[in-house]
């Protein structure tokens, strides 16, 4: 129950990386919240969570050496080196958290240890018994999805998206997860990406389509943003956030209104029925 984004840009010459959330979520099981925080700061990069809030701590405990690693890079010139090395520790990271899920979940859907399931599962539970346990293994996700978001030794952004079920992608030049998100990423994707935008626009951007997005029941309409420049991190000020807001209101302009008739009745004569229907253009 959230949107998450991740946008990137320019802000006096230096990369920046603009991360965007809504606060809603769900307390226990059934009830619902405004007040679930979604950023997690992981040494100077920075992650945004959707899905079940534990499971992605725990994938983020697991990411984090490899996170901390990264965003300490100082060598320029080994900045691509050093990005898929940081993809690959990911990938690793997230395997080892979903075999300790595997383990869990076997564990507590069969009293068994894994090892034990692996070695002598068939014998312990039968032929169905076990394939239907297999298939659970298989469709075993993460429960959540992240949003991981730095600046490299070059200067250069680096998102990577980590999906529920385990797959790890870098992301550029904007990236959405949650619920809300497909609505987001549609709107964000009307726009010209190519080239880079300013810090100013892609806030406006971002924001328009986090609102966008809470047509979702299922996005809630607080919102709080972050943004990565260099290897710090800034909010936006109340003044900023307010001039921000009364950019992103509905016109208010009055709604079209032609001057005199603006309707010609459609005539069913020879001439009419040859042509092209009223308001269409031939190519």
Not at 192 to 203: F, K, M, P, S
Request: hydrophobic content about 40%; some cysteine; glycine content about 8%.
């Amino acid at each position: 129950m959230t949107v998450c984004i991740a946008a990137t840009c320019k802000h006096k010459g230096e990369t920046a990386i603009v991360l965007c959330c809504d606060w809603q979520g769900t307390k226990g099981d059934f009830i619902k919240s405004d007040s679930v925080d979604k950023f997690r700061a992981i040494s100077t990069g920075s992650a945004l969570i959707a899905g079940d809030e534990t499971s992605a701590d725990d994938l983020l405990n697991e990411c984090d050496q490899c996170i901390t690693q990264f965003v300490g890079k100082t060598d320029s010139s080994t900045a691509d080196i050093d990005a898929q090395a940081y993809k690959d520790s990911l990938t690793a990271a997230v395997g080892k958290r979903k075999q300790a899920l595997v383990k869990e979940h076997v564990m507590l859907t069969r009293a068994l240890d894994i090892q034990e399931f692996w070695d002598h599962g068939r014998a312990y539970l039968g032929d169905i018994e076990h394939a239907k346990t297999l298939q659970e293994i298989r469709d075993l996700g993460l429960g959540c999805s992240v949003i991981i978001a730095s600046i490299d030794a070059a200067g250069g952004d680096t998102i990577i998206r980590i999906l529920s079920s385990g797959r790890v992608i870098f992301e550029s030049p904007f990236v959405t997860i949650g619920t809300g998100g497909l609505i987001a990423e549609a709107f964000l994707s009307q726009y010209d990406w190519d080239g880079d935008i300013g810090l100013d626009e892609c806030l406006y951007r971002v924001f328009l389509a986090k609102i966008a997005a809470e047509k979702s029941p299922h996005v809630g309409p607080a919102t709080s943003f972050e943004v990565l420049i260099g290897r710090k991190r800034f909010d936006l000020t109340d003044k900023a956030f307010d001039e921000l807001k009364k950019k992103v209101q509905p016109s208010k302009s009055k709604h079209l209104s032609f001057k005199g008739e603006f309707l010609e009745e459609i005539k069913d004569d020879e001439d009419n029925l040859n042509a092209s229907p009223s308001g269409t253009i031939q190519q």
